[in-house]
């Protein structure tokens, strides 16, 4: 069945850096969109990236835009968010997610994985 | 892209029926059929409940629907159950593959 395993969170201090990866199990990895939603403490859900099946596409969230960056590498089957330049409002549990279209995006959500939180503090 | 405008909480009897709306412009909600909507537990991730606007993913219940007027969105919960009780979210795409949530509603079933 369809898995998503995030992992790489942590805590960090303002101004640094963190790669989140989210593996992906149970379907063709290669065909389908992907996204990370964050969700701060507190607060609700934030859409922050999303990329196309085959790479060549990525959009960002103004929030983050410059300062984070997603990719895949469709032959491990891995989602990446980097995120560079982290403020502490950054702090959040990031999840992936992907898009139910095969090789035509729906514009929504169908699998989530659990989440990895993410914790930027001096 | 400002965050959709949804109800801080709603609440409601075991049986009844609710309706949380999800209000925003004609850049998103109004310009577009692709309003989704989330059901999320505390501590787990979120479940889609409805996609572009009112469909029903499969294994989803037919107590949840959705329809949308103009730049509002609405999910109405019929036959409200105790595990019913969570948060919600409203999302919209909003052009150029950007999308934006709701700042979710809690409902309390009472």
């Known amino acids: 069945q369809v898995q998503l395993v995030e992992s790489g969170g942590g805590v960090v201090q303002p101004g640094r850096s963190l790669r989140l990866s989210c593996a992906a199990f149970?379907?063709?990895?290669?065909?389908?969109?992907m996204y990370w939603v964050r969700k701060a403490p507190g607060k609700g859900l934030e859409w922050v990236a999303a990329?196309?099946?085959?790479?060549?596409?990525?959009y960002y969230a103004d929030s983050v835009k410059g300062r984070f960056t997603i990719s895949r590498d469709n032959s491990r089957n891995i989602l990446y968010l980097q995120m560079n330049s982290l403020r502490v409002e950054d702090t959040a549990v990031y999840f992936c997610?992907?898009?139910?279209?095969?090789?035509?995006?729906?514009?929504?959500?169908?699998?989530w994985g659990q989440g990895a939180l993410v914790t930027v503090s001096s | 892209q400002s965050a959709l405008t949804q109800p801080a909480s709603v609440s409601g009897s075991l049986g009844q029926s609710i309706t949380i709306s999800c209000t925003g412009t004609?850049?998103?909600?109004?310009?577009?059929?692709?309003v989704s909507w989330y059901q999320q537990h505390p501590g787990k991730a979120p479940k889609v409940l409805i996609c572009?606007?009112?469909k029903r993913p499969s294994g989803v219940s037919n107590r949840f629907s959705g329809s949308k007027s103009g730049n509002t969105a609405s999910l109405t919960i019929s036959g409200l159950q105790a595990e019913d009780e969570a948060d919600y979210y409203c999302?919209?795409?909003?052009?150029?593959?950007?999308?934006?949530f709701g700042t979710g509603t809690k409902v309390t079933v009472l």
């Open positions: 990329m196309s099946h085959d790479g060549s596409d990525d």
């Open positions: 149970g379907f063709t990895f290669s065909s389908y969109a």
């Open positions: 997610a992907r898009d139910p279209g095969w090789r035509l995006s729906r514009y929504f959500f169908d699998y």
């Open positions: 999302c919209s795409y909003a052009s150029s593959r950007t999308f934006v």
């Open positions: 572009e606007g009112t």
């Open positions: 004609r850049s998103d909600v109004g310009g577009y059929d692709l």
